[in-house]
């Protein structure tokens, strides 16, 4: 089955009981036991829950997994995922990752005792030479937030294995509609499903898949254990986002395609990094493991042209700290979604003052381009 179809045509997407084509909210805490222990399959909803069952399912067969597993929010679900090291491991994960994800790495498991190193996953020698005794995982935003640097999903998990380690790709960027990373050997997978996989901002979730049946039941005693798991409705909500992630990807991607291309164009533009774009790095190696290049880019003002009174200048994009939804959104990573770097760091990775990044929804294309073209004039102008 190709996958805009086997978006649709999810296992359990039906309810077997009634025929009902949309799964019920069972929006239940307990299950009334038969007597003591003796249950029809659930008991309590931290454990298991009918409704988040088929999300777990609809991932897992989104990302050519067996298992999948809700959480609370994307960052719960990368937590989680950390959950599986233990005091003494060692880590080695993305320079410039989402910094949520470089918060929880230095600010709660540096303090657990589980260090990590982080490097330019996109050259694969300093992968390699970053590897110590006690590395237990290679955790990879592919392509990253915001530099769009692609790493060799291919190359990194022949690597990890060869070394005894896990390979985790955050492919929150792609969706599983542009990138399954299991199919390309990575172990684990995980998303803010906040982002394009819900689609309409109105969630915070986070989803995981996996193949390997060992990981799969350590991430389920994980989940249990820490339960920071999705609410009935929440799991309900974010299926129904998941349905149309196709045809939102794939006009979001078109229009980024379009803008990517205007933005090269422009005077006050220094650089534009898309995965759409030859110019970027690693290009074809994106292309070579991934459907498409997605609809977040972003880009460099030339110095003089504030970024901060740009982003200030849209009316139609919408300034906030998220993408992947159906409204545009306009962000200033250094301080925003970055925040939680020291600015030396950011300075080194290029998250500057004047690097922008876009997440392209769906409204019509001629009118985002004009309100950006617009948004430039005013900050020249100083209007
Ligand atoms: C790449 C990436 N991973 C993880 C997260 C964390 O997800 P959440 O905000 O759902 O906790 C984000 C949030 O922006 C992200 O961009």
Redesign the pocket.
Known sequence: MRSATKIIHHPGCVCEQTGAVNFPIYEVSTFKQDGVGINKGYDYSRTRNPTREVLEMYIASLESGRYGYAFS????A?TSCLMLFHEGDHLIATEGL?G??YRVLTGIFNNLNISCSFVDTSDMDAVAAAFKDNTKAVLV?APS?PMMRVSDIRAIAKLAHQKEALFIV?N??MSPWLQRPIELGADIVVH????FLSGHSDV???LVATDDEQLASRLAFIQNAAGAIPSPFDCWLLMRGMKTLAVRLSRGQASARRIAQWLSTRPEVERVLYPGLDTLEGFELHESQSDGPGAILSFILREGVCAETFVGSVSLWTLA???GAVESIITLPSMM?HLSYPKEILKKLGITDNLVRLSVGIEDVEDLIADLESALKKTISGE
């Open positions: 929010s994307g960052m719960a990368i989402y949520g994800t935003e937030n955050d929150t960027f803010s499903a906040t982002k915070i979730a986070g700290v998220s993408l979604t």
